[in-house]
């Protein structure tokens, strides 16, 4: 069954503490993404990789790290500089261009910040 | 970085009318994707439009690119309690990335 796993589903955290989010896929897509969405707001892009060992940031990413080791992971750390971490994050890969390849989305992971 | 406008934010139709999202930028754009997200859940990609003027039709739904390739509409005929959600727009300028509208929430009152 192929898709995108993210979990948990449900994150609590204390300020100031760092937290990971996870993100796997099995579509065999080399591009990953990382999305932020707050309510009744549009997806502003954090990071995206495009191959192995190698992303880049997005519109809003500080505050945040990733990595990508494996194609089929991209974890994402939302660090304590963020200054307002409590959000729906998203995570999303495509087979290739950014541009023009169609994102599949995981089921996100709704991090909040105590 | 390039901005999206997606009008109006949120609308409340009677079911069985008809509703339409407009997406405008100021740039001439590659491509644009069109995104439902359902309550809870997360963006299913919908359709792709590349070509100006282009229109593409699922069932009740009409997705298309402007001439100027720098705005786009989706218009849903007759609406169901099952079109309820948020309809983004992802539009590509040519920077090989996409650039989401705010969404556009659409509320349908059986």
């Known amino acids: 069954d192929g898709g995108i796993t993210q979990s948990p589903k449900y994150l609590f955290r204390k300020e100031g503490q760092n937290v990971t989010l996870s993100c796997e896929q099995n579509l065999n897509h080399d591009a990953m993404y990382w999305y932020r969405q707050d309510p009744g707001q549009g997806l502003r892009l954090i990071y995206y990789s495009q191959i192995v060992n190698d992303f880049q940031k997005g519109d809003i990413a500080e505050g945040y790290s990733v990595s990508r080791e494996k194609k089929e992971s991209f974890p994402l750390t939302v660090t304590s500089a963020q200054k307002n971490p409590t959000a729906f994050y998203l995570c999303a890969s495509s087979a290739g261009s950014p541009g023009t390849d169609t994102q599949y989305f995981g089921p996100g992971t709704r991090l909040t910040v105590l | 970085g390039q901005q999206v406008m997606q009008i109006p934010q949120y609308q409340h139709v009677q079911e069985g009318e008809d509703f339409t999202t407009y997406c405008n930028s100021s740039t001439t754009l590659s491509n644009i994707q069109w995104y439902k997200q359902r309550p809870g859940g997360h963006p299913v990609f919908l359709i792709q439009?590349?070509?100006?003027?282009e229109v593409k039709k699922q069932k009740r739904l009409t997705f298309q690119f402007g001439e100027a390739k720098k705005n786009s509409s989706l218009h849903i005929t007759a609406t169901q309690t099952t079109d309820v959600g948020t309809y983004f727009c992802a539009a590509n300028n040519a920077g090989n990335m996409l650039t989401f509208g705010g969404g556009t929430r659409l509320m349908v009152k059986p």
């Open positions: 439009l590349v070509k100006s003027g």
